[in-house]
């Protein structure tokens, strides 16, 4: 991995060794709507899984360009539409501009395809509402890409060992959020609300995601949301600062704070934890680097009624959930996520952000 990709968030791309669960050309997407670097995440999981990249598209020719140097068996399409029409193309994986993510994936889901986008899925409760009728409609999935777990290897064994019972049941989750702002390479659209949302809908999807997929909730109610911006005076419509408090319907406890105060000292883009209290243990997933030890890392220190384990995860655990994903969508199968799972954590992030705004 490259000190830009573990030094930049919008850059953070990871890859790994993994299990082919397809042939090549059994399983065919496309990548388009390239305005965000998660992209290159979520191109990159589905190609080491065994997917087959057949097209590339976005307006902006300098993004496709870039796309192609590092994916050079893309095709470049003319037009969405191109894609649409192809009846090989199985799933279309996108990272467009937050607000206009939900009609990109409608577009997918009536074309027959199943839809795999970056997060924040929606900016609205009311695209939110259109996509389920969608998904009811068609048939289609409606994927988030929640890389915050899903392409972070210390998130994922976390979720493996609460799962097998190793810290009992859950009773809190704490999930911290830093990210480096790296405000001069933002896109306008960064720094707009009505296009990424607010921080809560943004980042704050990721750990409404993992708090549920920890807890086994199936809801949860919001206690208090706020956001800020604390020292961006010049873009107004940035929130620098969130934080929320929430109840799961299973009476778990969840408190996150996302921030765009990560340091430039910082050798990663967010030192970001997971701390997580069970009834016979707990858990710390030190998710990006071990701070004046060792940078990019991936690590858990679990603690149990036996033991102190300190579990090195970084390239060592990989990241299933792109091959679990493929053969969901061959075989209409839930499980890598189910699409209510996804669409919760986003119905949660946008209820914490509309009380945070009303404040």
């Given at each position: 991995?490259?000190?830009t990709?573990i030094?930049?968030?919008?850059d ?7 299990e ?10 496309a990548s388009a709507?390239?305005d ?7 191109t ?9 990249l057949?097209w590339?598209?976005?307006p902006?020719?300098k993004k496709v360009a870039?796309?192609v140097?590092?994916n050079?068996?893309a095709?470049?399409?003319e037009s969405?539409e191109q894609i649409?029409?192809?009846p090989?193309?199985k799933l279309?994986?996108s990272?467009?501009v937050?607000s206009e993510r ?6 997918a889901?009536?074309a027959?395809k199943d839809?795999?986008t ?8 009311g695209?939110?509402d259109?996509?389920?009728?969608l ?6 999935k409606y994927?988030v890409y929640?890389s915050?777990?899903l392409?972070?290897e210390?998130s994922m064994?976390a979720?493996?060992?609460i799962a097998n ?10 999930n911290?959020?830093?990210h480096?702002?790296?405000k001069s390479?933002r ?6 609300k009505?296009?990424?949302g607010?921080i809560?809908t943004?980042?704050g999807?990721h750990?409404?995601e993992?708090f549920l997929?920890?807890t ?7 206690n208090f ?5 604390f020292n961006n005076?010049?873009t107004?419509?940035?929130d620098?600062f ?7 319907d299973?009476?778990a ?8 105060f ?5 050798p ?23 701070v004046g030890r ?6 858990i220190?679990?603690t ?5 384990q300190?579990?090195e995860?970084?390239?060592?655990v990989?990241?299933p959930?792109f091959?679990?994903?493929i053969?969901?969508?061959?075989h209409r ?5 189910t699409?209510?799972h996804?669409?919760k954590a ?14």
């Amino acid at each position: 991995m490259s000190k830009t990709q573990i030094s930049s968030g919008a850059d953070y791309a990871p890859t790994a060794e993994a299990e082919k669960v397809v042939e090549p050309g059994e399983f065919v997407f496309a990548s388009a709507f390239l305005d965000h670097g998660h992209i290159y995440g979520q191109t990159n999981g589905l190609k080491d899984s065994g997917a087959t990249l057949k097209w590339v598209y976005d307006p902006d020719p300098k993004k496709v360009a870039d796309f192609v140097a590092k994916n050079p068996e893309a095709q470049v399409a003319e037009s969405y539409e191109q894609i649409l029409e192809d009846p090989e193309v199985k799933l279309v994986a996108s990272a467009a501009v937050p607000s206009e993510r939900a009609e990109i994936g409608f577009k997918a889901m009536k074309a027959g395809k199943d839809y795999f986008t970056d997060k924040a899925p929606f900016t609205t409760l009311g695209q939110l509402d259109t996509a389920r009728r969608l998904v009811a409609e068609t048939g289609q999935k409606y994927m988030v890409y929640y890389s915050e777990r899903l392409h972070n290897e210390a998130s994922m064994k976390a979720g493996e060992l609460i799962a097998n019972g190793a810290i009992g049941r859950v009773l809190q989750v704490i999930n911290l959020a830093p990210h480096r702002l790296s405000k001069s390479i933002r896109p306008d659209w960064f720094f707009d609300k009505e296009k990424y949302g607010g921080i809560l809908t943004d980042i704050g999807s990721h750990q409404f995601e993992q708090f549920l997929h920890y807890t086994g909730a199936k809801d949860a109610t919001i206690n208090f949301a706020r956001v800020e911006n604390f020292n961006n005076a010049d873009t107004p419509g940035l929130d620098d600062f969130g934080e929320a408090s929430l109840t799961a319907d299973n009476g778990a406890s969840f408190y996150c704070r996302l921030d765009w105060f990560t340091p430039d000292g910082s050798p990663v883009w967010g030192d970001g934890r997971v701390f997580v209290v069970g009834t016979e243990g707990t858990l710390e997933a030190r998710k990006y680097m071990d701070v004046g030890r060792k940078a990019p890392d991936s690590r858990i220190f679990l603690t149990t009624g036996d033991e102190v384990q300190e579990i090195e995860c970084f390239e060592n655990v990989g990241f299933p959930f792109f091959g679990e994903l493929i053969l969901d969508c061959i075989h209409r199968t839930e499980n890598a996520m189910t699409q209510e799972h996804a669409f919760k954590a986003a119905e949660l992030s946008l209820q914490a952000q509309a009380m945070a705004d009303r404040s």
